[in-house]
């Protein structure tokens, strides 16, 4: 490694702060400071040419700071008042310290964090979701209307969110607030949103909706925003109670070729959500609820199943071995966000009566793309059966390592939940191989052959803990009230918690037609 | 029952074989099968190589181990840390406002090198003694002498799997002694850990029969 890359590294791993390009230059390079004071107090001309100089010196930092990046050393933090760049170093705090008889040489290259999928990400196999925030940022949180006084509360919380979250952010029972909130208020959400790169999951019970009129012009509005999207939450009696406001919020979405999501709560009755990697839920009976916050997952490895398949088959073995490196990689991952949460999360920590509570019931996700499902060729059975195996090495994992935490006095949450990816999650996935499945009435939903697949997709959001979106994409002409009967077959006859219909693909005069798929 | 050895590995060795070969086994508040002695004292006499043991959990690869720093970084930080139900180092350093290491242990010997006072108390009987509560901390308390120009230290562990938690215990333990140490200026003595209930889990017996057959 070059001579400044480590005096770099140095500068930042002794610092308490991140550095911006100017200060990392005036610890490294001796004249800086000297040039800096001279460039002051000298006249035009020779300033311009000490300009020059330092313009110079930043080219040739920035140089060293770049390769640092891209070896995953270090990460840009910020843009500071003036445009400047800030950096920090990816993990502060790997080295070694000294032990009775053993004192270990420190080096650059145990600064970066070293998992044991690097091979598999080598061949894009397998891909940590944003990489460059991996440990010191969570995937999402939750942010609990019920202990908030005010909409504008919430607003406030979600804004010291932006900072801490490198996907999605719920708020749940959004439907609390409907009488304060305006349209303004939803639009500078979604600004902040689309300027943070976050995606803001408004989650509704519709069964609280009283003021119908209010909340359609409001909903009119959410509809047309592309970073925050509603979640309803209803059974089949809520469903055909608001039949009628229903088929109003299906034309409104079908009018923008949004997505009706859809949270069974009588399967599922904590949150549930989307990010741009995929779906959220907890993977517990009940949360506490006298919360204003928590987060829901911590760091998220994605797994591209059809490369392992191009490469291994349909091999269990190899696949429970990834699993196991993967388990590994998050736990590493979790042991230095732990270390480091209060100063990670501290902007939220205070808001809930015990720090602790914060990440109790927080998780870590490993995302499968192309895993099989419907796939010609692919062996449906001997798929669910090599995620069912791997889930279950997994599980052991997650013990074995609560019971040695526990027995170190060292009492903490970790946990691994499977989910599915979306293809948006990130780049350089395979192309979606899953062949869609049609359903031209609400009749085929009773049909032998869409019965054994949907049945299929039960089995798949039992094992997909973390959370699972069986999508369907009506085409043709909009028939509001046959879309709700398909959905209340769906939440009477099936055990998947979470579905979603895509209007997209509304169009034209023709006959209604339903396609189905799980996201993949 | 006191077991004593020159060095960390070789009294964690002794002591598993001793629970092994002579543990009453029953069935906990778990509903696991254990295997256990009551009151067990184990004497390190000489702290070198502390992070033995834990480096041979490591070697085995179907596990992972806390890594020295965290361990290190849970008895030494100050402040609460949000992902663990409690932190000894807060306790320790700020319990209900009390520096025990810093404003009284430190000085206290420093003023008085023969004192049987040094006594830091980790359990809170005002969080801990709740019946809802799960999580209460093993490490109830660490007394400090000076003896013979060299700082000794006890750590009183309530329920102590010896298997997975002693390793990371006498670490800890450590870290706090060094810590103490280097502030007063006196050298490290022994670590002696008092185990009430010093037991084994009946699904970590092969690797336990593993790490005995080591040489």
């Known amino acids: 490694m070059h001579k400044t890359q480590q005096e770099i590294i140095s500068v930042l791993e002794n610092s308490e702060t991140d550095l911006s390009t100017s200060q990392l230059l005036s610890n490294i390079d001796s004249e800086y400071k000297t040039l800096k004071q001279e460039v002051k107090d000298t006249s035009k001309e020779k300033s311009k040419e000490i300009k020059l100089s330092l313009a110079k010196k930043h080219r040739k930092i920035l140089h060293h700071i770049n390769k640092l990046v891209n070896q995953r050393l270090l990460r840009q933090i910020k843009h500071g008042d003036k445009g400047e760049k800030f950096f920090a170093l990816i993990i502060g705090d790997e080295q070694e310290f000294e032990l009775p008889n053993i004192i270990k040489k420190k080096s650059a290259k145990e600064h970066a964090l070293s998992l044991p999928i690097e091979g598999y990400e080598q061949k894009n196999m397998v891909m940590r979701y944003e990489p460059g925030t991996f440990i010191d940022r969570l995937n999402s949180l939750v942010i609990f209307s019920k202990k908030f006084k005010n909409f504008k509360e919430i607003i406030k919380t979600l804004d010291k969110s932006f900072n801490i979250v490198n996907d999605a952010i719920c708020i749940e029972d959004f439907e609390k607030f409907l009488d304060e909130i305006n349209e303004e208020q939803i639009t500078t959400i979604n600004k902040k949103a689309e300027d943070y790169g976050k995606i803001i999951n408004f989650s509704i019970n519709i069964g609280n909706i009283n003021d119908k009129t209010k909340f359609l012009q409001l909903f009119k509005k959410i509809s047309q925003l592309n970073n925050i999207q509603t979640i309803f939450s209803l059974d089949s009696i809520e469903l055909q109670e608001k039949f009628t406001l229903l088929e109003k919020i299906l034309t409104i979405l079908s009018n923008n070729k949004k997505v009706l999501n859809l949270k069974n709560k009588t399967l599922n009755k904590l949150p549930y959500f989307l990010g741009r990697s995929g779906p959220y839920t907890f993977n517990e009976k009940e949360i506490n609820q006298e919360v204003s916050i928590l987060a829901c997952s911590q760091s998220s490895i994605i797994l591209d199943v059809n490369k392992f398949f191009l490469i291994n088959g349909l091999n269990t073995e190899k696949f429970v071995d990834l699993m196991f490196n993967i388990s590994l990689s998050l736990l590493s991952a979790n042991s230095i966000q732990r270390r480091k949460s209060n100063e990670y999360f501290k902007e939220v920590l205070n808001l809930n009566p015990e720090e602790y509570d914060f990440m109790r019931k927080s998780s870590n996700y490993i995302r499968f793309w192309n895993y099989g499902l419907n796939q010609p060729g692919i062996n449906q059975e001997l798929v669910l059966n090599m995620i069912n195996e791997a889930k279950k090495k997994m599980k052991q994992f997650s013990h074995d390592e609560e019971v040695i935490y526990k027995s170190c006095g060292m009492t903490t949450r970790f946990s691994i939940d499977f989910s599915c990816a979306f293809e948006s999650s990130i780049d350089n996935l395979s192309p979606a191989k899953y062949q869609p499945l049609e359903i031209k009435t609400t009749e085929d939903l009773y049909k032998k052959e869409i019965k054994k697949k949907l049945k299929d997709r039960e089995e798949i959001s039992e094992l997909f803990s973390g959370g699972n979106d069986v999508s369907f994409y009506p085409t043709g002409r909009l028939d509001t009230n046959e879309i709700l009967r398909e959905i209340l077959v769906i939440l009477n006859s099936y055990k998947i918690p979470f579905f979603s219909f895509d209007f997209g693909k509304i169009k034209g005069d023709l006959k209604l037609t339903s396609f189905f798929e799980n996201v993949n | ?215």
């Not at chain 2, 092994?20 to 778990?30: L, V």
């Not at chain 2, 002695?37 to 959990?57: C, G, R, S, V, Y």
């Not at chain 2, 050298?187 to 336990?208: C, K, L, M, P, R």
Request: hydrophobic residues 35%; charged residues 25%; proline residues 4%.
């Open chain 2, 1 to 215: 029952m006191l077991i004593k050895g020159k060095d960390a590995e070789e009294v964690w060795k002794k002591a598993l074989n001793e629970i092994m070969e002579k543990g009453e086994e029953h069935i906990d508040n778990r509903n696991r099968q254990i295997k256990e002695i009551m009151n067990m004292q184990l004497e390190i006499q000489a702290p070198n190589e502390i992070e033995k043991p834990i480096e041979i959990l490591n070697s085995f690869e179907k596990w992972k181990y806390p890594p020295f720093e965290e361990i290190k970084n849970f008895i030494l930080s100050k402040k609460n840390i949000s992902g663990y139900y409690y932190n000894y180092g807060a306790r320790a350093f700020n319990f209900n406002g009390k520096n025990q290491v810093d404003d009284y242990i430190i000085p206290m010997l420093k003023k008085n090198d023969t004192s049987k006072r040094a006594v830091i108390i980790f359990y809170n009987p005002t969080e801990d003694s709740h019946f809802t509560r799960k999580d209460t901390p093993g490490l109830i308390q660490m007394d400090f002498k000076i003896r013979k120009g060299k700082l000794n230290v006890t750590s009183i562990i309530r329920s102590n799997n010896m298997f997975f938690g002693w390793p990371a215990n006498i670490f800890q333990t450590y870290c706090l002694l060094d810590y103490i140490a280097k502030e007063i200026g006196t050298e490290i003595g022994t670590i002696t850990t008092f185990s009430t209930s010093a037991h084994v889990i009946n699904e970590q017996y092969d690797a336990i029969n593993k790490v005995l057959n080591l040489k």
